[in-house]
């Protein structure tokens, strides 16, 4: 988010545009907005390694208040702006954030969350009216203050939360280091180079900013000298007008955005050029065979993948090729050294499902809480996971099978959810899918399956018949659910990550999961 190098011969560069609207920002403005923000971080007391929070839909002024942190040495927090103001209230005190950044659409719930956010110095709001004392307009806020650098200018970086999936969710803290504004951290340069970025390219970003991967993607981006081109939501179609509109060459999705599209009628999804299309990346969740298969001869062979959490523990990666080679792989290891353990911590063999284990390529805790990071760490502190389960095939790809809180244990036997609802999303008839288990008196636990249907698709008992049979044709009968129940709208982050917690959850009642 550093326009301070390119600035320098873009100024008048589209940095990022915002689709639905049209707003143009320059690097220029991006660069004046941005320090004005650093100004009045400075002067409400913010220094070096301080933090603050950004709590908004994806808007216009987004991205100059996480610059304003890059180029002063702090932390910012990019928090879900899908949450409840009990929810943005525990980010915003567990984060330390002295300063909070939000819109008017989000306005009562930000008001409201602060309530109870006693170290909260100042609510900037980007596009609306102040209030209080300690609620202000942005554009007022900064009208005193120059458009030049600030004097002490440091590098800094987001420190994310976990989705908060299989629990409260944890600000991952980096170290920073004392490095001028504009220093690149090594993990950009990576990323960078694999993803194939270049200078002049056109990035589209469907996904919400306060995600890791669309906001690292933007950031490196406008770093590289390229445009963004930020949807300010998901549309399956008005995705596939924009690649020909601005001639997009870089992309990155995650697999139920390849899903929506697939299921766009044949006519629509050929109306559009996409032959400005150089390379395509997706991750977040692993992808459906079929999904995948159907992209790759849609688009070609430019649809890369990686394996990553937000803690960076470590990197897989593949491409169309290596995946074509090995259907069902997220890829190799690129960054970290893996290890797949069993619950007693031994090696598996090759084939076999266990736990996954990086000896940690990037170092990282949980901001301000030694528990939740012990518990993610080998005793010997030399290895760390997220407690993905999966497993290695001969050649070194790794298979993701689920996460380790939502395997099924029926009769003594693992089940490992992923396989069906990728089967059950595949179904043209089938919106979105999520498979857990449920209590059985006599098994531990069996499989149920919960699917959101296309429109206008019956959700009835001879629907519910028809997909269990579905599963059986491909699938072992154990792995295959037992009952289907129906809802109108699957509670998937817009991430693509799919709260299964939740849903689970209210088969259980007063029980505990074994396996939780």
């Known amino acids: 988010m550093y326009p301070g190098e390119q600035v320098k011969t873009r100024r008048d560069q589209p940095a990022f545009i915002m689709a639905e609207s049209g707003e143009t920002v320059t690097y220029g403005e991006l660069d004046e907005r941005s320090n004005r923000i650093a100004h009045l971080l400075r002067d409400q007391g913010l220094k070096r390694l301080d933090h603050y929070a950004v709590f908004m839909e994806n808007h216009v002024r987004y991205l100059e208040c996480c610059s304003a942190g890059e180029r002063s040495g702090l932390y910012y927090t990019c928090i879900n702006s899908y949450l409840t103001a009990e929810e943005l209230a525990y980010i915003i005190n567990n984060s330390q954030s002295q300063v909070v950044f939000t819109s008017e659409k989000k306005r009562e719930i930000a008001l409201a969350a602060i309530k109870d956010c006693p170290n909260v110095k100042l609510v900037v709001i980007v596009d609306g009216a102040g209030g209080e004392r300690n609620i202000v307009n942005l554009d007022e806020a900064v009208a005193s203050f120059p458009a030049t650098p600030i004097a002490d200018e440091w590098v800094g970086a987001s420190m994310l939360y976990s989705s908060g999936t299989t629990g409260q969710p944890k600000g991952i803290l980096r170290p920073l280091p004392e490095e001028p504004a504009g220093f690149k951290l090594p993990v950009f340069h990576f990323l960078g180079a694999l993803w194939q970025y270049r200078e002049d390219m056109i ?3 469907p996904a919400p900013l306060y995600h890791s991967a669309p906001n690292a993607a933007v950031g490196m981006t406008i770093s590289m000298g390229g445009t963004a081109v930020i949807m300010e939501r998901f549309d399956p179609e008005s995705y596939l007008a924009l ?30 050029d996409l032959s400005s299309l150089e390379f395509t990346v997706h991750a977040a969740a692993p992808c459906p065979v079929q999904v995948k298969e159907q992209m790759i001869d849609w688009w070609g062979p430019i649809v890369s993948e990686y394996y990553g959490a937000t803690e960076a523990l470590g990197f897989t990666y593949c491409s169309s090729e290596d995946w074509l ?15 797949i ?12 499902v266990g736990t996954l284990w990086f000896e940690t390529a990037n170092p990282f805790e949980y901001f301000n809480d030694p528990e939740k990071t012990a518990e993610v760490r080998s005793e010997d502190q030399t290895m760390s996971t997220v407690g993905d389960m999966g497993y290695v095939d001969e050649d070194g790809f790794v298979y993701l099978t689920d996460r380790k809180t939502f395997m099924i244990i029926s009769g003594g036997v693992n089940i490992y959810p992923q396989e069906c609802e990728n089967l059950l999303i595949e179904h043209p008839k089938v919106s979105d899918a999520a498979v857990f288990g449920v209590p059985n008196v006599d098994l531990g636990e069996e499989v149920k399956a919960v699917v959101q249907m296309m429109p206008d698709q019956p959700a009835d008992d001879a629907m519910a018949e028809e997909l269990i049979a579905h599963c059986r044709e491909h699938l072992a009968s154990m792995k295959c659910p037992k009952s289907i129940d129906f809802i109108d709208e699957m509670p998937r982050l817009p991430t693509g990550k799919l709260y299964k917690t939740g849903l689970r959850d209210k088969y259980w ?8």
């Open 203 to 205: 990035y589209l970003s």
């Open 243 to 272: 690649i020909e509109q601005y001639k997009i060459t870089h992309t990155q999705l995650v697999p139920t955005m390849f899903s929506r599209m697939l299921k766009l009628p044949e006519d629509v999804r050929n109306k559009y």
């Open 325 to 339: 080679a090995h259907k069902g792989t997220v890829g190799k290891v690129v960054v970290g050294v893996l290890h």
């Open 341 to 352: 353990l069993d619950d007693d911590m031994n090696e598996c063999p090759t084939g076999e």
């Open 509 to 516: 009642g007063e029980g505990k999961s074994r396996i939780v």
